[in-house]
């Protein structure tokens, strides 16, 4: 080849590698600028300094309120971090809400908190990244019970969450997914410009959570660039593919638009108004629920059943805690501050069982349909027989909390004052079999009967035993289930523990109840029955064993599963060797 050909195929190739990574020019959007004849929406503004959720706080906020809004219809309304800076919030809207493109909506632009320094010497507290880059409920929860309550003073917003959307970008981005990922109750729709899915404040773990976590209804638009950040926090680029590659593989509707900008907002501009009309198309229809159509069924569609939601089972009572099933599929469970048993006949009717004496906390059937009881005020382990006659099997514990009853009787009790697990022989008297786990809590076997589990409240995790049949000693304690833990929490929180026919375990956590396979591994991650509540225990009941029941505070919480739970009182089960 001639060496002057050569050079200019050189000189060709450069040129080409110069222009392939060379940033697109992203021009304003027709709809970003004022347009005839379109009426003009009014913006006000506004400061906030009386946060609970974020104490000592104080912001600034605007409110814009398009033209065609009538005191007396709700406004859809959708919220913007960061105040809303660089979109031309108030001319987009004016146009699109004209042209009908998207509904009539109110928008409110927040700044984030700042806390006043003490002096002048001193710095203030700014809480941008503490609000926005946290992967929890608090940033969803000030809007939810702070600022649209305060907006809502002076305008008629919609409570309805199909007409609820948000956007942001940056750390403002997470925090728009986050916000309506934690509750879709009240934010469907959300538009997330570069947003910061790194590791900041643990958003890098987003894309795992979403593969896990029950499907959710709400529609997502994506953006960003191939030459974002990449810092010592991560990649953001990385990261909005992750988060598109998880929203794709759970099957959420959702856009992802890439470009070749960085850490800037030109090419969300440019394509600001499409975002909007992508969000709210088909109002006011709930986007659909996310259908996880991926091959790989290693997910939380071994456990649910589509549309088949939370329900209560009971109410009104002062506590719910440790239901337990019978054969026939009764469900028992205990109502600790007023000392009852009650229970549910398969036809859903509940109806008292006992007054139970001494207190009643953990319940479990055992054999010869005896109901096994942590008599939490007695410090006792009792039983009653279907007629309700009471029976004391051990006492003298520190404290008794959860228990779990073998096919022959013998009896594993946590508790968690002395930080021990007991165990009660059949007829025998009780032993210590281990000491040491922070916060001993819900405890169950393995279908086989064959390992002990054991939750550890205050701790990472569940530990799991291997049980002698000799003597149902304990051995080869291992911490085996890592629960996923919340970044604004220090311990998994692991509580009333359940397990199905296959050898999945389920977990009431600080994350909701999350469901691992056999090899330790969480699979899926259920939301909490009740927003905001806590979920202290669950256990399998019904005719067919197949509804999974929650203890929720003063209510009975009951979900249709998949799957069927295990009675230990029958035969061992063995489960199917698991896929590692």
């Not at 501009?269 to 499409?274: H, K, N, Q, T």
């Not at 409240?457 to 996923?484: R, V």
């Not at 029941?549 to 199917?576: E, H, S, Y």
Request: aromatic share 10%; net charge neutral; charged share 20%.
């Amino acid at each position: 080849m001639p060496k002057r050909f050569a050079a200019a195929l050189i000189l060709i190739g450069l040129a080409f590698i110069t222009v392939a990574t060379r940033a697109e020019e992203y021009l304003p959007h027709p709809d970003s600028k004022p347009q005839e004849g379109v009426p003009k929406g009014v913006v006000t503004k506004g400061t906030f300094a009386a946060s609970k959720i974020f104490p000592g706080t104080t912001r600034a906020y605007s409110v814009y309120v398009p033209s065609q809004y009538k005191k007396e219809e709700p406004a859809c309304v959708m919220v913007f971090q960061d105040g809303g800076g660089g979109l031309n919030v108030p001319i987009v809207f004016d146009n699109l809400i004209h042209k009908k493109e998207i509904p009539v909506t109110i928008a409110i632009m927040i700044s984030p908190g700042v806390i006043p320094a003490a002096n002048p010497k001193a710095l203030p507290r700014f809480n941008r990244s503490y609000e926005y880059d946290s992967p929890t409920d608090l940033y969803a929860r000030f809007l939810i019970e702070e600022m649209l309550p305060e907006v809502g003073k002076e305008y008629n917003l919609t409570k309805e969450a199909t007409g609820r959307a948000i956007c942001g970008g940056s750390s403002g981005g997470i925090a728009a997914f986050v916000a309506a990922w934690e509750r879709p109750d009240a934010f469907t729709r959300v538009v997330s410009f570069i947003g910061s899915f790194a590791n900041l404040r643990g958003g890098q773990s987003l894309s795992s959570i979403i593969r896990k976590s029950d499907p959710k209804p709400i529609r997502v638009y994506l953006q960003d660039g191939s030459n974002d950040a990449d810092i010592f926090a991560g990649s953001w680029f990385i990261g909005n593919q992750d988060i598109d590659k998880a929203l794709s593989y759970a099957g959420y509707e959702h856009q992802f638009v890439v470009g070749t900008e960085g850490h800037n907002g030109k090419h969300a501009a440019a394509v600001f108004p499409d975002a909007l009309r992508y969000i709210w198309k088909g109002y006011p229809e709930l986007p659909k629920l996310a259908s996880f159509e991926s091959k790989d069924k290693r997910n939380v569609t071994e456990v649910i059943l589509p549309g088949q939601g939370w329900e209560v089972a009971a109410e009104g009572m002062k506590g719910t805690e440790g239901p337990a099933c019978d054969e026939d599929g009764t469900v028992y469970f205990s109502e600790p501050g007023a000392s009852r048993i009650h229970k549910i006949a398969p036809d859903g009717k509940v109806s008292l069982f006992v007054e139970a004496e001494g207190g009643c906390d953990g319940l479990m059937m055992g054999p010869e349909h005896k109901l096994y009881v942590c008599a939490n005020r007695s410090k006792e382990i009792v039983t009653y027989d279907p007629a309700g006659k009471r029976s004391v099997i051990a006492s003298g514990f520190a404290s008794v909390n959860d228990l779990v009853v073998n096919q022959k009787g013998g009896v594993y009790v946590t508790d968690h004052v002395d930080k021990k697990v007991w165990y009660i022989p059949p007829g025998g008297e009780k032993k210590v079999m281990d000491a040491g786990i922070t916060f001993p809590n819900g405890i169950i076997l393995t279908p086989d009967q064959t390992q002990l589990i054991v939750a550890d409240m205050n701790g990472a995790g569940i530990y799991a035993f291997t049980i002698t049949p000799e003597d149902g000693t304990l051995a080869n304690k291992a911490l085996y289930y890592y629960c996923q833990i919340p970044v604004n929490k220090s311990t998994s929180g692991a509580d009333g523990l359940a397990m199905d026919a296959q050898g999945r375990l389920y977990a009431c956590t600080h994350m909701g109840i999350q469901v691992f396979d056999q090899a330790g591994r969480v699979l899926a991650i259920l939301p909490r029955p009740i927003v905001g509540k806590g979920c202290s225990n669950v256990k399998f009941g019904g005719a067919e064993r197949d509804y999974l029941f929650a203890t929720c505070g003063d209510k009975l919480m009951r979900r249709k599963t998949k799957n069927k739970g295990v009675l230990f009182f029958q035969d061992p089960i063995l489960p199917p060797t698991p896929r590692l």
